[in-house]
Nanobody, 124 residues
């Protein structure tokens, strides 16, 4: 059974940083394109960014440009999301997803597997 679990969230002050981890079981993450999303009660699920299976290229959503960094550790089977210069509006549940597609094209329209999220709360 494929399972994904995001972790590393918590309460962080504005201006700080957080590194979230996406761990997989039942799959090897470097065989998948992995996306990060964030979810808030008012706005639904938004694509934060993605790292492709084929060449490790990353793509970021418009609000993630410059402050969000996605990377892989293939030895540990983990994909990371680093968020710098946190803002209160970054408060959300962050979750990861995986798909066998080779690239991040249209990743935010849907992926095969979604994991449980981790709450990030940014205080002002």
């Amino acid at each position: 059974e494929v399972q994904l679990q995001a972790s590393g969230g918590g309460l962080v002050q504005a201006g700080g940083s957080v590194r979230l981890s996406c761990e997989g079981s039942g799959l090897t993450l470097d065989d998948y394109t992995v996306g990060w999303f964030r979810q808030t009660p008012g706005s639904g699920r938004d694509g934060v960014g993605c790292i492709s299976k084929s060449d490790g290229r990353t793509t970021y959503g418009t609000f993630g440009e410059g402050r969000f960094t996605i990377s892989r550790d293939n030895v540990k089977n983990i994909v990371y999301l680093q968020i710098d210069a946190l803002k209160p509006e970054d408060t959300a549940v962050y979750l990861c997803a995986a798909d066998r597609t080779s690239t991040c094209f249209a990743y935010d329209y849907g992926m095969s597997y979604y994991g449980k999220g981790t709450q990030v709360t940014v205080s002002s």
